[in-house]
Structure formats: structure tokens, C-alpha cells
């Protein structure tokens, strides 16, 4: 089955305390991106990846890295989390470009 | 001015009905578009991308107006099952993609 999976569904941190979420897609998709939504703001591409060792900054990178070793997986780091990083996180992956698959979402609260 | 905007709603429609949500953005020089479905708390999940000359899929069709910069989703005989929340995206090249916060649609029984 077709699937992007991130972990962990759901985590409650604090301050400073570095923390990695995962994505991983078993579509050989060359294109993965990381997206916070927020009430009211709608999602907003942190991070995308047109390939291996290829990654760009979207529009909100600050506070957050990635990284693309290997084409299946495309992590989320978040070094110094910090309150204002609590957001309701998505990975997607595509063939193209445009986000054709998507996570099922990681809901980080950061204390 | 926001570089993607919705209508936010909700849209509270009967079973039946046809409904319409436009998306306007500001950047003349977008290069593709497209419409997503979110249902609460869920992920996002493309419904169709927006082509020059239009598309069809189903009850369901999508417009570009380049001149007046926006996209335009109708829905055709709704159903219970449409309500969600529904998300324009533009494309501003180079793999940056701006969704829209939404417009939700309530189908009504």
C-alpha cells in the first residue's frame, strides 16, 4: 500500500529539548516537504526535498532542519524546540512536485 | 494582502445542491494550481489540479481566470459526504507551494 508514515502521531515536550520527527514513503517519490498547519494560517511549507542530498527552505525554515540521506526518508529536526513550535506537523511526497501524498499528521505541543 | 485567499465560511448547503468557492492569489506569475480536500483533523488529500482550460472530474469542476487571478471550485449535486474543509494551493515555481486557509462546506440533510 502506498503510504507516507511519520512518527511519532503525537508528542508533548518542553523547551530546548531536541526532538526528531520522521517521515518516511515507500513510493520512490523523488519530491518530500514538511508543512505546519496552524489555526488560521492555514499549512506552511517549512522544508522541501527535490531529491538525495537536495533540500530548500519554504517559508517558515527558521527553528527547524531536515535532512535527505536517503530517498524514502525525509526527517524533521527540531534542535531547541521552543512553544511557538507547536503546531500540527505534515510530511508529503510526490512524484512531481505538487504534494500528492501526505502523512497522517504529527500533533507536537511544546511546553 | 495574503498571497492565497479564501472565503472561509462555512458554506451550509442542502443535499443536492451546487456550491461554488473561488481562491484568489496574488502573484501573476503562479504557474500551477490546484484544489485539496481536508476532512477535520485529517491529512490533506488532492482533489484535482486547475488547468488554463479548465477540468472536469465528476461532480466536480475547477477554473482559472488568469486575468482576475483566481480559481473557482463548483460542486455539482452535493452530497453528505463532501463536507470538509476545502484548500486552493498555488504553485509559485520552484517547488514552493501556498495553500489557502481553507473553505469549509457543510452538505446538510
Known amino acids: 500500500e502506498a503510504q507516507v508514515t511519520q512518527n511519532p502521531r503525537y508528542l508533548i515536550t518542553v523547551t530546548g529539548k531536541k526532538l526528531t520527527v520522521t517521515c518516511s514513503q515507500n513510493?520512490?517519490?523523488?519530491?518530500m516537504s514538511w508543512y505546519r498547519q496552524d489555526p488560521g494560517l492555514g499549512l506552511r511549507q517549512i522544508y522541501y526535498?527535490?531529491?538525495?542530498?537536495?533540500?530548500d527552505k519554504g517559508d517558515v525554515p527558521e527553528g527547524y532542519k531536515v535532512s535527505r540521506k536517503e530517498k524514502r526518508n525525509f526527517p524533521l529536526i527540531l534542535e531547541s524546540p521552543s512553544p511557538n513550535q507547536t503546531s500540527l506537523y505534515f510530511c508529503?511526497?510526490?512524484?512531481?512536485?505538487?504534494?500528492?501524498?501526505f502523512g497522517d499528521g504529527t500533533r507536537l505541543s511544546i511546553l | 494582502r495574503k498571497e492565497v485567499e479564501q472565503d472561509p465560511g462555512p458554506f451550509n448547503v442542502p443535499e443536492g445542491a451546487t456550491v461554488a468557492f473561488n481562491c484568489t492569489y496574488s502573484?501573476?506569475?503562479?504557474?500551477?494550481f490546484f484544489w485539496y480536500r481536508q476532512d477535520c483533523r485529517k491529512e490533506p488529500k488532492l482533489l484535482m489540479s486547475?488547468?488554463?482550460s479548465g477540468n472536469e472530474d465528476g461532480r466536480f469542476t475547477a477554473q482559472l481566470n488568469r486575468a482576475s487571478q483566481y480559481i473557482s471550485l463548483l460542486i455539482r449535486d452535493s452530497k453528505l459526504s463532501d463536507s470538509a474543509t476545502y484548500l486552493c494551493?498555488?504553485?509559485?515555481?520552484?517547488?514552493?507551494?501556498?495553500f489557502g486557509t481553507g473553505t469549509r462546506l457543510k452538505v446538510l440533510a
Open positions: 513510493m520512490n517519490h523523488e519530491y
Open positions: 526535498s527535490m531529491n538525495v542530498e537536495v533540500t
Open positions: 494551493v498555488v504553485n509559485e515555481g520552484t517547488y514552493k507551494y501556498i
Open positions: 508529503a511526497s510526490s512524484p512531481f512536485g505538487e504534494p500528492q501524498h
Open positions: 486547475v488547468y488554463s
Open positions: 502573484n501573476s506569475a503562479s504557474q500551477s
